[in-house]
C-alpha cells in the first residue's frame, strides 16, 4: 500500500494550489485521512484530517479558513484546496491514511512521499 501525493508547486502570495493524493495497492477500506507539512527545521505539523465519511474534518489553527479538505473514497483520493497562500505556508506537504489491508485485519498509519510547495512574496 502506498499514498502518491501531488500538486505542489510555486506560487505568489495570495495565490492558490490543489494537492492530491492516491492511496493504491491492496486495500480494503481507508479511515481518516489527512495533510501534514513541515518546514525546514520545523517539526511536522497537521493541516487538515478529514474521516471516512467526510461529515468531520479538523483544520490547524494557521488554516484560518484559506484550505479545504475533500476526499473521494471511489477514487482513494483526497485533495487539499489551498487558497490566499502566505510565504510562510512554504513547506514539504505530506498526506496520511490510516488503511485496512482486509476486514480481519488492524488498520495501520502510511505517509506519502511530500510534494513541495513554495509561496514567494
Known amino acids: 500500500v502506498q499514498l502518491q501525493a501531488s500538486g505542489g508547486g510555486s506560487v505568489q502570495t495570495g495565490g492558490s494550489l490543489r494537492l492530491s493524493c492516491v492511496a493504491s495497492?491492496?486495500?480494503?477500506?481507508?479511515?481518516?485521512m489527512g495533510w501534514y507539512r513541515q518546514a525546514p527545521g520545523n517539526q511536522r505539523e497537521m493541516v487538515a484530517k478529514?474521516?471516512?465519511?467526510?461529515?468531520?474534518?479538523l483544520y490547524g489553527d494557521f488554516v484560518k479558513g484559506r484550505f479545504s479538505i475533500s476526499r473521494d473514497n471511489a477514487k482513494n483520493m483526497i485533495y487539499l484546496q489551498m487558497s490566499n497562500l502566505k510565504p510562510e505556508d512554504t513547506a514539504v506537504y505530506y498526506c496520511?491514511?490510516?488503511?485496512?489491508?482486509?476486514?480481519?485485519?488492524?488498520?495501520?498509519?502510511?505517509w506519502g512521499q511530500g510534494t513541495l510547495v513554495t509561496v514567494s512574496s
Open positions: 478529514i474521516t471516512r465519511d467526510s461529515t468531520a474534518t
Open positions: 496520511n491514511a490510516d488503511v485496512q489491508r482486509s476486514r480481519l485485519t488492524l488498520p495501520f498509519g502510511i
Open positions: 495497492g491492496n486495500i480494503f477500506r481507508i479511515n481518516d
